[in-house]
């Protein structure tokens, strides 16, 4: 007969944690005027550890001859933090409910430092499940932690990550000017990173210029050491600006104006390309940034809602949409109130719209290359369609309704009260709901009317 009497044991040690009876080692944790005496047991320490087994059998904790202890100096470790790591090698315990952010963090480090490598996990994981607002809070403290430990592998992936589909809690502020330039050149090379790449641009001659107080912002007053002093600043960061993503007329007047910082021969490789036809680049060759700023679709259907708009094949474009989808208006975020859909939406061009119909997997939307207003009339388009689609990778079953040629005049209807709304109601969006009527307009997606949606999105629809 085997009895297990674990829980004896843990709690004899949660009671030799309390009472530090015996103890044999003093730690002096934290840093002048804070520090403060702890005590503990060595062979607890080396028991537990690697990283203490190591530091009490060399001449890091040396013996005090009075006491018989291991006098054992942490300066880099506050005494919270160092009472968590012990509580934790005595009693497998941690609580990190309620601690402030700061205190997390330290306990990342310090963890990471004594090898306590399920502590540190442990740690990553509370961490991260909180990830944006963490970032909201205190972006750069973070980013430069996470860049600087290897060991935060999944925390500097999820802030990536985060930033990259919420780009503002970095860079709507100036606080991103303070970027070590090794987190900057991380957030560049991130391929997720959305925004466009000319406002990439503006950002990063903004961190250039912070950088040294003697550069001005407007760059028409540089002279020659003014460039050159740039130039060698952002030296390490421009490789990695997708150049060839830039428009021509933003390159014009946002690159253009700094082209003194640039190396010769990727200015020239920027400018054939621009010029001539089907040019491939020859520098600063990348990837384009693959992304939808969406919580309802990716890239994928970018893809194939660009075929559909060239009227091509549904599996058309593989690699990249000729088109960039710009995030104009959410439900869930800008409220679904038909007034705010046109104060987002009017006057915008092209644009598609997707909805999610609720407790399913169903996207519904349309496209139209017409502008959104409020003049109470009828729109024509010859391009303009409807689609509903559940699985991507059966592209049989995606349905797509394209306007009847009967009925070009009538394409989408623009009313002040209501959301978006193509044909006769073919295809309603009203608030959080979709309404649906098969009057002939559009072929039938099999939209059911009156379907309550999860979320909204519409995107304007921008060709590269």
């Not at 973070?142 to 589909?165: C, M, N, W």
């Not at 009538?410 to 209501?418: D, F, L, P, T, V």
């Amino acid at each position: 007969m085997t009895s297990n009497f674990l829980a004896d044991i843990a709690e004899d040690y949660k009671q030799l944690y309390e009472t530090r009876e015996n103890y044999d080692v003093i730690i002096y944790a934290g840093e002048k005027p804070n520090a403060e005496e702890i005590q503990a047991h060595s062979l607890v320490l080396r028991t537990r550890s690697a990283y203490f087994r190591g530091a009490l059998a060399s001449s890091w904790a040396a013996k005090d001859k009075d006491s018989g202890c291991f006098i054992f100096n942490k300066p880099n470790v506050s005494p919270p933090v160092f009472e968590y790591i012990l509580k934790y090698l005595y009693c497998g315990e941690i609580i990190l409910r309620n601690q402030d952010r700061e205190t997390i963090l330290e306990l990342l480090v310090a963890s990471d430092e004594f090898g306590l490598t399920k502590l540190n996990d442990y740690v990553q994981q509370y961490f991260g499940e909180n990830i944006k607002t963490h970032l909201s809070q205190n972006p750069i403290d973070i980013l430069h932690l996470v860049a600087q430990h290897d060991a935060f592998d999944e925390i500097r992936k999820l802030s990536l990550e985060t930033i990259g589909t919420n780009p503002d809690i970095l860079f709507n502020s100036n606080k991103y000017l303070s970027l070590n330039e090794d987190v900057l050149i991380l957030i560049l090379k991130h391929d997720e990173l959305e925004m466009e790449e000319s406002e990439i641009w503006e950002r990063l001659i903004k961190w250039g210029i912070a950088q040294n107080t003697g550069l001005k912002d407007d760059v028409t007053g540089f002279n020659q050491d003014d460039f050159e002093l740039l130039e060698k600043t952002l030296q390490k960061c421009i490789q990695y600006i997708r150049f060839h993503e830039i428009s021509m007329p933003d390159f014009y007047h946002k690159v253009l104006p700094y082209m003194h910082i640039l190396p010769n021969n990727l200015f020239n490789d920027i400018l054939r390309c621009y010029m001539v036809p089907n040019s491939v680049p020859l520098y600063n060759v990348f990837p384009p940034r693959n992304t939808v700023n969406s919580i309802l679709i990716n890239i994928s259907h970018a893809l194939l809602f660009a075929s559909w708009i060239d009227k091509k094949n549904n599996d058309h474009y593989k690699d990249k949409p000729p088109y960039k989808f710009v995030l104009l208006f959410r439900g869930s975020r800008d409220g679904f109130q038909n007034n705010i859909f046109h104060e987002k939406c009017d006057q915008k061009g092209a644009t598609i719209v997707v909805a999610k119909i609720q407790n399913s997997n169903k996207l519904v939307g349309g496209y139209t290359p017409v502008d959104w207003d409020t003049s109470s009339q009828n729109k024509s388009s010859a391009d303009s369609f409807i689609f509903s689609l559940s699985d991507l990778t059966n592209l049989s079953k995606v349905k797509l309704g394209r306007i009847s040629s009967s009925y070009y005049s009538y394409a989408m209807y623009c009313y002040n009260n209501n959301g978006p709304n193509f044909g006769s109601g073919d295809l309603h969006f009203n608030g959080t709901f979709v309404n649906a009527n098969v009057n002939g307009y559009y072929s039938s997606v099999g939209i059911s009317n009156g379907s309550q949606i999860e979320d909204y999105e519409v995107f304007q629809v921008i060709k590269r």
